[in-house]
């Protein structure tokens, strides 16, 4: 079982940039995929972005391509998610998320952080 705690949520204004962060415990980090998945106010939880238990490969939803990237920090076991020209439409509670290394990159996720709010005001 993996621990996760996100951090680096807030209010921002749109055109505006956050970075999220994601510190896991508990078992082996390197061997899973890491995941952000969001969740809009009345609306279901969709997958952001996610990064291979290497780091060497990443896929992002392509309402994000271009403004968000993950990463990952091994040594100090944390993922992150920097997030720019952030917009009225990003407002969302973000999660982390752990699965598996070789399942798909939407799905198979097994442990989950409690989320922290990002609010991009317009």
């Known amino acids: 079982q993996v621990q996760l705690v996100e951090s680096g949520g807030g209010l921002v204004q749109a055109g505006g940039s956050l970075r999220l962060s994601c510190a896991a415990s508990?078992?082996?980090?390197?061997?899973?995929?890491m995941g952000w998945f969001r969740q809009p106010p009345g609306k279901e939880r969709e997958v952001v972005a996610a990064?291979?238990?290497?780091?060497?490969?990443?896929n992002y939803v392509d309402s994000v391509k271009g403004r968000f990237t993950i990463s990952r920090d091994r040594a100090s076991n944390r993922v992150y998610l920097q997030m720019d020209s952030l917009k009225a439409e990003d407002t969302a509670t973000y999660y982390c998320a752990a699965g598996p290394a070789g399942a798909p990159w939407q799905s198979g996720y097994h442990s989950w952080g409690q989320g922290t709010q990002v609010t991009v005001s317009s």
């Open positions: 508990g078992r082996t980090f390197g061997v899973y995929n």
């Open positions: 990064i291979t238990w290497s780091g060497d490969s990443t």
